[in-house]
């Protein structure tokens, strides 16, 4: 079975860092691209970044210089290193894996959510 | 970046009767050279993460039942739910994956008449 489990979320300050992990089961990995999906407290769905199977990466403009997407195959493990934080950061983070290798694709498997919150 | 409206934005429907929620794209997300929609919609029930409900504009995921179907082209696209049953409450988006940034409509809030 395909699953993504997300973990890292919690309390950041403004202006702090967080490190989201999203540890990924039951397909081959490092064979497809990985997104990471926000959705703001009873707002819609927005997408925040993506890495492909190559290691490109691609960002938002709401967060391109603060975040950092990553990936380590060896782990099957993708990563969401956020720095600066705002209070609109604010959200569930979704971890979720491409349809295929290509970031130009849907998202077909999606992670329960991590609940990050930037607050002083 | 492509924006994506969904209309409505809620949608009261009785059970057993038909549900249409509709997506336009500011530009087409029909690629050319495979005559493929990169148009997606996903189902996000209270409490769960969304779920893949139709890619390519028309191709259903596995599992998914066949009453809900995927239509449309180019900057125009429509999913139906043939016959709406308890368990399809929930707020539905379309997403386009032509060009990044990805971008989802709005959401479309569908309830039970």
């Known amino acids: 079975e395909v699953q993504l489990l997300e973990s890292g979320g919690g309390l950041g300050q403004p202006g702090g860092s967080l490190k989201l992990s999203c540890a990924a089961s039951?397909?081959?990995?490092?064979?497809?691209?990985m997104s990471w999906v926000r959705q703001a407290p009873g707002k819609g769905l927005e997408w925040v970044s993506a890495i492909d199977y190559g290691d490109n990466t691609y960002y938002a403009d709401s967060v391109k210089g603060r975040f950092t997407i990553s990936r380590d195959n060896s782990k099957n493990t993708l990563y969401l290193q956020m720095n600066s934080l705002r209070a609109e950061d604010t959200a569930v983070y979704y971890c979720?894996?491409?349809?295929?290798?290509?970031?130009?694709?849907?998202?077909?498997?999606w992670g329960q959510g991590t609940t990050v919150t930037v607050s002083s | 970046d492509i924006v994506m409206t969904q209309s409505p934005d809620s949608l009261a429907v009785s059970l057993g009767e038909r549900a249409t929620i509709n997506c336009k794209s500011s530009?087409?997300?029909?690629?050319?050279?495979?005559?493929?929609?990169?148009l997606a919609w996903y189902q996000e029930r209270p409490g769960q993460p969304p779920k893949l409900l139709i890619y390519w504009a028309s191709t259903r995921e596995s599992g998914v039942p066949d009453r809900f179907s995927g239509s449309g082209s180019g900057t125009d696209f429509t999913l139906a739910i043939s016959s709406l049953q308890a368990e399809d409450v929930a707020v539905y988006y379309c997403q386009q994956y032509f060009s990044i940034p990805y971008t989802f409509g709005q959401g479309t809030k569908l309830e039970i008449k």
């Open positions: 530009q087409s997300v029909l690629r050319g050279s495979n005559n493929k929609n990169y």
């Open positions: 039951g397909f081959t990995f490092s064979s497809y691209a």
């Open positions: 979720a894996k491409n349809g295929g290798s290509s970031s130009y694709n849907f998202m077909d498997v």
